[in-house]
């Protein structure tokens, strides 16, 4: 009861806060430049330059401390020692070359980055054309995108218990190992499993990501002009054609929007390596990499700041384009 009344005070706190902000800073600036008298003209012009600044004013400064400042104090602390006193320059870095944790951290993301973004963006524009066409295509629909609605740790136990294994002489309970038994298999420890398991894991994410895909592609579907479609079948045009001749090329932009999108989020995975292998058995990312290095044990604040700009370095192309691309298709 004390952490609900906590969270409904910041609530009812902030948004107070953001009423007396808004109506106060209002209220400030006509009172500076009154749209009366004689330099009324002027004093609106004025206004009208500044007031937008005055809404934007809490977000800037909500970005500037919790994004801008810890991307320079994360540049500070990855040139510094693991307590963050002694100045060592590139050693850090220099480090994560020769570290075969930091080589096999950016190979699994490489193989992610592979996997993942293709995959649930297939699957999602599966999805999207086959409900779309179906009578009961909303409850399909609802039912690919509920595991959006799941947090990554939750997916991760969730899909843990799949992967489940117990002793033969026992009952499985992972839904994996009671399939393998059940047409005469051993029980597997699937997460242990090198190389594989890397996929195991990815099936997570592609599970979860698949209904985003979706719902975004099914929109710009249902955005194509049915004139060009009424033209294909009256050309002669089959179903295969029409979905990947004249569909799918009207919807690349969103395609590529989607496919970014995912990327971004298969770089920054942590939650679920954290919570079905931590890392272990050969399925150690970038961002459980940080974490162990940052948190765990005697923290070395250098190290893992070093590995935090690389997945910064990263994400950052990645994202400048995919912003490049919005606005292009908002054109």
């Known amino acids: 009861m004390e952490q609900l009344g906590f969270a409904g005070a910041t609530i009812v706190a902030g948004v107070f806060g953001c009423v007396a902000w808004f109506w106060g800073s209002n209220w400030l600036l006509d009172t500076i430049y009154p749209p009366r008298g004689e330099n009324a003209g002027r004093n609106i012009l004025r206004t009208n330059m500044i007031r937008p600044w005055l809404?934007?004013?809490?977000?800037?400064?909500?970005?500037?401390?919790?994004?801008?400042?810890?991307?320079?104090?994360?540049?500070?602390?990855?040139?510094?020692?693991?307590?963050?006193?002694?100045?060592?320059?590139?050693?850090?870095?220099?480090?994560?070359?020769?570290?075969?944790?930091?080589?096999?951290?950016?190979?699994?993301?490489?193989?992610?980055?592979?996997?993942?973004?293709?995959?649930?963006?297939?699957?999602?524009?599966?999805?999207?054309?086959?409900?779309?066409?179906?009578?009961?295509?909303?409850?399909?629909?609802?039912?690919?995108?509920?595991?959006?609605?799941?947090?990554?740790?939750?997916?991760?136990?969730?899909?843990?218990?799949?992967?489940?294994?117990?002793?033969a002489s026992q009952d499985q309970i992972g839904l994996l190992n009671a399939i393998n038994v059940f047409f005469g298999g051993e029980p597997q420890t699937w997460l242990t499993i090198p190389f594989w398991n890397s996929f195991l894991l990815m099936a997570v994410l592609i599970w979860i990501q698949t209904g985003f895909a979706m719902v975004i592609l099914s929109a710009a579907l249902r955005g194509i002009p049915e004139e060009t479609i009424e033209a294909a079948i009256i050309d002669g045009a089959n179903p295969w054609q029409l979905f990947f001749k004249i569909k799918v090329p009207q919807i690349w932009g969103t395609i590529a929007v989607v496919w970014t999108t995912i990327t971004i989020t298969v770089l920054k995975v942590f939650d679920i390596v954290?919570?079905?292998?931590?890392?272990?058995?050969?399925?150690?990312?970038?961002?459980?990499?940080?974490?162990?290095?940052?948190?765990?044990?005697?923290?070395?604040?250098?190290?893992?700041?070093?590995?935090?700009?690389?997945i910064m370095a990263l994400v950052t192309p990645i994202m400048v384009w995919n912003i490049r691309n919005v606005r292009r298709e908002m054109r």
């Open 274 to 310: 954290f919570v079905m292998s931590n890392g272990q058995w050969g399925t150690q990312v970038l961002a459980n990499f940080m974490y162990d290095w940052m948190f765990r044990g005697a923290p070395d604040y250098g190290r893992g700041s070093a590995i935090a700009l690389v």
């Open 55 to 167: 809404f934007l004013a809490p977000a800037v400064l909500c970005l500037a401390a919790y994004l801008v400042y810890p991307v320079f104090n994360s540049i500070w602390r990855s040139l510094h020692d693991a307590a963050g006193q002694n100045w060592v320059g590139l050693d850090n870095f220099r480090w994560l070359v020769g570290d075969p944790k930091f080589r096999e951290s950016i190979f699994n993301n490489l193989l992610w980055l592979l996997v993942v973004p293709a995959l649930s963006t297939l699957f999602g524009l599966l999805a999207a054309q086959v409900t779309d066409r179906i009578r009961w295509g909303n409850l399909a629909k609802s039912l690919i995108f509920m595991p959006m609605a799941i947090s990554f740790v939750g997916a991760g136990v969730i899909w843990k218990f799949i992967y489940d294994y117990r002793d």
